[in-house]
T-cell receptor, first 114, second 111 residues
Framework: DAGVIQSPRHEVTEMGQEVTLRCKPISGHDYLFWYRQTMMRGLELLIYFNNNVPIDDSGMPEDRFSAKMPNASFSTLKIQPSEPRDSAVYFC????????????FGEGSRLTVL | GEDVEQSLFLSVREGDSSVINCTYTDSSSTYLYWYKQEPGAGLQLLTYIFSNMDMKQDQRLTVLLNKKDKHLSLRIADTQTGDSAIYFCAESDTNAGKSTFGDGTTLTVKP
């Protein structure tokens, strides 16, 4: 399996622009997670899905952030409008089931908002 | 809510042992994990321990769990420069379906 695939790897945009980050989880994994990593706040869970249904979005910082999972093999995290404080590395991770809870992470999308 | 804490930095010499410590608050944690993050990459699971165990060994890695004190440690024997990375402690309550991560310990191995 190719692992969790994220795109783009790097994105530089200007404040106010819309940003869409994409994730393809490992086939057969029932859970999908979006994390944000910054120096100041460490690794923060933004939202997670189980069987394509959002379960907990309490970590989503503001209404500017939205996430969707239209099918088992694709998820998006959208920021509209983007702000400089959104600059971070955004990770997608997937998990097979509640079992051991092992998370498989993608390589991350590094977002810079100017 | 759940909280996981770890020291931020550790520096050791090549060939020495490294011990990274972690404390957690959730008494219903089912599994405890150590993840490794190399520069520019995502986190990768190193090892995990089930909450009813107190020790797990895997080659150069030894995990110790003190459930009473809610303390977890990762010992890396014969530390190599390739072990330089950020190490994250995490706990999961499988009923909750999600994991809580610490802030990560940056391990620097000096030749």
């Amino acid at each position: 399996d190719a692992g969790v695939i994220q795109s783009p790897r790097h994105e530089v945009t200007e404040m106010g622009q819309e940003v869409t980050l994409r994730c393809k989880p490992i086939s057969g994994h029932d859970y999908l997670f979006w994390y944000r990593q910054t120096m100041m706040r460490g690794l923060e869970l933004l939202i997670y899905f189980n069987n394509n249904v959002p379960i907990d979005d309490s970590g989503m910082p503001e209404d500017r952030f939205s996430a969707k999972m239209p099918n088992a093999s694709f998820s998006t995290l959208k920021i509209q409008p983007s702000e400089p404080r959104d600059s971070a590395v955004y990770f997608c991770a997937s998990s097979l089931d509640r079992g051991t809870g092992e998370l498989f992470f993608g390589e991350g999308s590094r977002l810079t908002v100017l | 809510g759940e909280d996981v804490e770890q020291s931020l930095f550790l520096s050791v010499r090549e060939g020495d042992s490294s011990v990274i410590n972690c404390t957690y608050t959730d008494s219903s944690s089912t599994y405890l994990y150590w993840y490794k993050q190399e520069p520019g990459a995502g986190l990768q699971l190193l090892t995990y321990i089930f909450s009813n165990m107190d020790m797990k060994q895997d080659q150069r890695l030894t995990v110790l769990l003190n459930k009473k004190d809610k303390h977890l440690s990762l010992r890396i024997a014969d530390t190599q420069t390739g072990d330089s990375a950020i190490y994250f402690c995490a706990e999961s309550d499988t009923n909750a379906g999600k994991s809580t991560f610490g802030d990560g310990t940056t391990l620097t191995v000096k030749p």
